[in-house]
Nanobody, 123 residues
Framework: QVHLAESGGGSVQAGGSLRLSCQVSGHTYSTGSMGWFRQASGKEREWVAGIVRGSGSGYYANFVEGRFTISGDITKNTVYLQMNSLKPEDTAMYYC????????????????WGQGTQVTVSS
């Protein structure tokens, strides 16, 4: 019903920036909220940022607030994650996810997931 495809990952030096994109296709009207998650090697998947349909406000995990910005462009069916001042601890596979309805930012609450895009930050 909904397909998500991430892009924009890569390798950067600490302090650098990347912008991730999530292209949404299929029944895009079914997405009540969108989120970015990340999973580092040996760690569980964790929520990074989120945005709710009908609201322009972004929501952020404490460890990225002030450095990352989530935004959406409904015309392009795309959600972005602008990442500035990157740190080595930001290294992870980053995933885009969608809920049919907003019900929170927990991993188990999201219905659709992309395949991920790798972000590597060097010291």
């Amino acid at each position: 019903q909904v397909h998500l495809a991430e892009s924009g990952g890569g390798s950067v030096q600490a302090g650098g920036s990347l912008r991730l994109s999530c292209q949404v296709s299929g029944h895009t009207y079914s997405t009540g909220s969108m989120g970015w998650f990340r999973q580092a090697s040996g760690k569980e998947r964790e929520w990074v940022a989120g945005i709710v349909r009908g609201s322009g406000s972004g929501y952020y995990a404490n460890f990225v607030e002030g450095r990352f910005t989530i935004s959406g462009d409904i015309t392009k069916n795309t959600v972005y994650l602008q990442m500035n001042s990157l740190k080595p601890e930001d290294t992870a596979m980053y995933y885009c996810a969608a809920n049919f309805r907003y019900s929170g930012w927990g991993v188990a609450l999201f219905d659709y997931w992309g395949q991920g895009t790798q972000v590597t930050v060097s010291s």
